[in-house]
């Protein structure tokens, strides 16, 4: 790929990228990624209970001490591999530690692409010393290139603010574009500040970041084995140390690593597999948030109406039909009201009475749009990301392993 992609280094923070052959020819499948000395980390992983092993290793490893180097590849997921998944994830990690005379458990593994294949644990080892030769500063681009697998485009955000006078940077890379309904993050994502944040703070910073993010988007329905979100911090702006959850520093930070999560959260939908349309559901007046997001994402993940969008057709009554299937009890269909952006479409337990197909039809036929339902119920607000089905996503995924 030879487009350019706008970012800005984090200071302690080096990456390099290089190609071990692990499915894919003639490009970079192998990322590491170095911390510096005395970087805090936090992390999410999938809930999946066939979680994949490098999933399980990375557990381990980040309970028992702080990383200093992450290992990624692409093209295979290392998951549904049993105990030699688990031993290979391992390998995998001491060909870093032996590299770098460091622990074992201070490398964290990460895995993505094809379930159920064994990992090259001998390409990733003979690769693993380019990759390390590799390591610099400006290695964000290249390594968001090299962590995709449906991908079509490389996702990386950068943001700056100011903290105790000095200038914090903020710059995350994900992948992900199928197999995404996360529960705690998306496919693969690495943030990174040069901020000095304890660790239990950052983690709770990741965890508040990662909620309306990560955790609100749906490209269709299904949940990675692989699932992770990292967030380092090496601590070498100069700003003073962030430890209270109430300073301004910390809600300032906060809010500065919450847009970048959001942002490539919204990228990771609008390259969801074939889509054509990004879409907004939201779902207000309801009882409680998570009767909310039961009602959005029973919307979100319905396949005659993400086709509908894809075909821009207004059919209205598959949106209706999906918030009476949602299993909200006591439901009253009179004070519920659904829009189409600005058109009302259904309002006393019916069709809007001013609703006319042509107002349907123009928003259908945006790129993006919002369905947003009012449920007459309670105070509670969600919303969640998604995007149309179509005729690509179906090839795309049947053609996966070919």
Not at 167 to 179: H, L
Not at 258 to 271: F, G, K, N, P, T
Not at 328 to 334: K, Q, R, V
Request: charged residues 20%; negative net charge.
């Amino acid at each position: 790929m030879s487009e350019a992609l706008e970012f800005m280094p984090v200071s302690g923070i080096r990456l390099g990228a290089t190609g071990a052959g692990i499915k894919y020819r003639d490009r970079d499948d192998l990322v590491i990624i170095e911390l510096a000395e005395g970087s805090t980390c936090a992390a999410v992983f999938t809930r999946n209970a066939f979680c994949a092993a490098p999933v399980v290793v990375a557990r381990e490893h980040l309970s028992a001490t702080m990383p200093r180097y992450l290992l990624i590849n692409s093209g295979n997921a290392n998951a549904g591999t049993g105990d030699p998944g688990l031993r290979a994830a391992r390998e995998s990690c001491k060909s870093v530690a032996a590299a770098r005379a460091c622990a074992i458990n201070q490398i964290l593994p990460f895995s993505t692409g094809v379930i159920g294949e064994p990992l090259p644990v001998d390409r990733i080892a003979v690769a693993v010393p380019d990759a390390l030769t590799a390591l610099s500063e400006q290695g964000w681009a290249r390594a968001a290139r090299a962590i995709m697998t449906t991908d079509t485009v490389p996702k990386l955000v950068s943001r700056q603010l100011e903290l105790s006078g000095k200038t914090v940077t903020v710059t995350g890379m994900a992948k992900g574009s199928g197999m995404i309904r996360p529960d705690m993050a998306t496919m693969l994502a690495y943030i990174a500040t040069d901020a000095l944040v304890d660790r239990q703070l950052l983690q709770y910073c990741l965890e508040s970041a990662v909620a309306p993010s990560f955790n609100s988007i749906t490209v269709d329905g299904d949940t990675s084995t692989n699932d992770a979100c990292v967030l380092m911090a090496s601590g070498v702006s100069g700003c003073s140390p962030i430890t209270d959850r109430t300073a301004d520093d910390f809600a300032r930070f906060n809010a500065v690593v919450e847009e970048v999560c959001m942002e490539l959260a919204r990228a990771i939908v609008l390259d969801g597999e074939g889509a054509t349309k990004l879409v907004e559901v939201r779902v207000e007046g309801a009882a409680s948030e998570a009767e909310a997001r039961d009602v959005a994402y029973t919307i979100a993940h319905s396949p005659l109406v993400k086709t509908a969008l894809f075909a821009s057709d207004p059919n209205w009554g598959r949106i209706l039909a999906a918030v009476g299937r949602a299993g909200i009890e006591g439901l009253d269909i009179d004070r519920i009201r659904i829009w189409l952006d600005d058109v009302c479409i259904v309002r006393d337990g019916g069709r809007a009475a001013d609703y006319t197909e042509a107002a349907g039809q123009r928003v259908m036929a945006q790129s993006e749009l919002t369905i947003r339902v009012a449920l007459g119920r309670g105070e509670a607000i969600t919303r969640v990301l998604t995007c149309d089905l179509s005729y690509d996503y179906v090839k795309i995924n049947a053609e996966y392993r070919t």
